[in-house]
């Protein structure tokens, strides 16, 4: 039965439900004003709004488009097109005449303005550089001798009809992206404006090339049977070696970490009898930022079941031929990727990732002066042809690049027709073996050393770890420097890949001598002859780990892992000696183990430094769209920042004075 409500009553109900409307769609900074100056604030925005819609006259519907800017050719002519795109600086030849250039993703096409009418020529000349707009016109050939054999659509312009400013750019814009090279602000800025960094060919490339492979990469993949699996971004702190991302939780003291690599869960999955497994995976590290690192990173990432180190770089070496076909029109085989121990790259080229699209191999020569080099030392002997044409000033550069000042092990000599038989006598402590003058004839013929060139010397320790020596690193400097002089020439299209074999799996630990670190990861199987070394000799333990080399460039890294559960609880325990709560973090990994883990091995290859290459550029930032720059910093959205005093609280975290850690 319906409740009779009195008119007096349904009055004041009908203000009191007007009151509490208006309540709640006014801001709280008008809370306590009167419903006037509502009305008036609603107002104030409608002539605001018409404001805008005067000066903005092409907002809302606009022609579609019917072409793209670069798709243009001279069999298009007489055709009718609709253009979107960005223009570029239109050049005014006179009142009649004016050009502009149009780009969008495909290209860039010529627009001209010929004896239009004079509204056309107006809102041409009102357009900034950077304008968004949409131009619809007449598809015509270009005059005889004007055409532009540079540029895809060189051989047409575009006769415009009507132009719609879709979106004007602002007249203050930092930088251009069509101008020159040269020209153009340093790095920071452009790394602050990426999304006009970002307009210039050269990047829009890079990042277009970036998606082709990635996308060759993942079909070559699965057609050879593998299953791609996303693994957890929120992982857990394991100690793997480079500082992690923490990531706080409203739990107290609970921390994710976010993970160096997908490692762990991939050895978990083989375990789970996935036996083919790919991933295009995002990686944390915390790290010092140089031109080939970045604290988040893209890595090619792969596990096999079942699997020998022999077959697992040939499914490498496939993916990488498909990539080079397709980005580059570069036929590679399995002879493009030869192979070389550890040991020997060391020995030979100073370098565990060594560039050999040049010579210049470091010679051992200490047994010709044995009697001035201590039992656990070597000689390391480096002869540059021409190098005698390096300026004193040249080598004395070199020496504090390298810090080499004040090291007395090192030493060099230009060769010429006075000392070329006696040449170890002006190289520091080799002037006192008694084997000068004896040695000198065999050592020139061995080494080919000859007038004109420079000689090198440095004395190091037998023991050969890390992951190169001084030599190989003044070999590597050396060698950027005689290409500047151009007495040496290195084909920028030459690709020169490698396969490193037969690490160590254990070096020395940089804070106590006396113990042993992994030297890539604690998973990595040892080879099955030297098991036994394990208890005896662990300098000595090789590790079945590979790395992929090109051009001086570790672009990859994989092992055949350990599978078996009480090898790794011995590694963990009793040669890396890790406390019981370090190695209680792999419980996890252990544990799968435990539950019938078949024998398996993988690889991660840096994609961020594979496309670099492939783009011919030396820093990864060209490659990614938004890359970190120095300090890990977003310039583009000021991150990493601060966050509110009830977020840390929220998190039980709070801001202690760094002085005071």
């Not at 879709?166 to 251009?176: K, R, V």
């Not at 460039?553 to 599978?563: V, W």
Request: hydrophobic share 35%; net charge neutral; glycine share 6%.
């Amino acid at each position: 039965m319906a409740t009779r409500v009195s008119p007096l009553a349904r009055s004041a109900c009908i203000a009191f439900l007007r009151q509490q409307t208006i309540r709640t769609v006014k801001p709280k900074r008008l809370q306590n004003a009167n419903i006037r100056t509502f009305r008036s604030s609603t107002q104030r925005y409608k002539q605001e709004l018409q404001s805008y819609k005067d000066s903005d006259r092409y907002h809302g519907q606009y022609p579609q488009r019917t072409h793209l800017c670069g798709d243009l050719r001279a069999d298009n002519e007489g055709h009718h097109v609709v253009l979107n795109g960005w223009v570029q600086s239109p050049r005014t030849m006179s009142q009649d005449l004016i050009f502009i250039p149009l780009r969008d993703a495909s290209g860039t096409t010529q627009l001209v303005f010929r004896s239009g009418s004079p509204e056309l020529r107006a809102e041409i000349q009102r357009l900034t550089p950077e304008s968004v707009v949409c131009a619809e016109g007449i598809v015509m050939k270009r005059p005889d001798g004007m055409s532009n054999k540079q540029q895809s659509t060189g051989a047409i312009e575009v006769e415009l009809k009507k132009i719609y400013c879709l979106n004007p750019a602002s007249s203050s814009l930092p930088f251009w992206p069509s101008q020159p090279a040269t020209t153009l602000p340093n790095e920071e800025v452009r790394l602050r404006y990426r999304y006009l960094d970002l307009r210039r060919p050269e990047l829009q490339k890079n990042i277009r090339l970036r998606s082709v492979v990635i996308n060759t990469v993942r079909q070559h993949l699965i057609d050879n049977g593998f299953t791609e699996i996303e693994t957890p971004t929120l992982f857990k702190s394991t100690p793997e070696g480079a500082r992690e991302f923490i990531v706080p939780t409203r739990k107290p003291g609970a921390f994710y970490a976010l993970p160096q690599s997908p490692q762990q869960h991939k050895q978990m999955l083989m375990a789970a009898g996935f036996d083919r497994y790919f991933q295009i995976a995002r990686c944390f590290r915390d790290e010092d930022l140089r031109a080939d690192r970045q604290p988040e990173f893209t890595q090619i990432d792969l596990e096999m079941s079942f699997i020998t180190a022999k077959e697992l770089q040939e499914i490498v070496q496939g993916f990488v031929t498909a990539i080079w076909k397709k980005a580059l029109n570069v036929e590679l085989d399995a002879s493009h990727f030869p192979h070389m121990t550890y040991h020997e790259a060391m020995l030979n080229y100073g370098s565990d990732k060594p560039d050999v699209r040049f010579d210049m191999k470091i010679k051992n020569i200490t047994n010709y002066l044995s009697d001035v080099i201590e039992n656990d030392s070597a000689l390391d002997c480096l002869v540059v042809k021409q190098g005698s044409k390096l300026t004193g000033s040249e080598l004395k550069n070199m020496q504090k690049a390298l810090e080499l000042v004040d090291e007395k092990d090192f030493a060099f000599v230009k060769i010429n027709e006075n000392n070329i038989n006696s040449w170890p006598s002006k190289c520091g402590r080799l002037k006192h073996s008694n084997q000068i003058g004896q040695v000198e004839a065999d050592m020139n013929n061995k080494m080919d050393i000859q007038v004109g060139d420079l000689v090198l010397v440095h004395k190091r320790e037998s023991y050969l770890n890390g992951g190169n020596t001084l030599m190989g690193r003044v070999r590597l400097h050396l060698a950027n420097l005689l290409q500047e002089k151009g007495l040496l020439k290195i084909d920028p299209n030459t690709y020169k890949f490698l396969w490193i074999e037969s690490f160590p799996l254990f070096s020395p630990d940089e804070q106590n001598i006396r113990t042993w670190q992994a030297t890539h990861h604690p998973f990595t199987a040892p080879f099955d002859e030297d098991i036994p070394l394990l208890t005896t000799d662990p300098a000595k333990v090789r590790g079945q780990h590979y790395d992929l080399v090109l051009n001086g460039m570790e672009i990859g890294g994989g092992s055949i892992r350990i599978h078996s559960p009480v090898m790794q609880r011995f590694i963990f325990d009793h040669v890396l000696q890790l406390e019981k709560h370090e190695y209680q973090r792999f419980d996890h990994l252990l544990d799968a183990l435990s539950a019938g883990c078949p024998p398996h091995g993988g690889i991660a290859l840096g994609f961020d430094r594979l496309m670099s290459i492939l783009c011919n550029t030396s820093s990864i930032r060209d490659v990614i769209a938004f890359p970190k720059a120095a300090g890990g910093k977003d310039l583009v959205v000021n991150s990493p920042s601060e966050v509110s005093p009830d977020q840390l609280k929220e998190y039980y975290l709070q801001v202690v004075d760094k002085d005071k850690v």
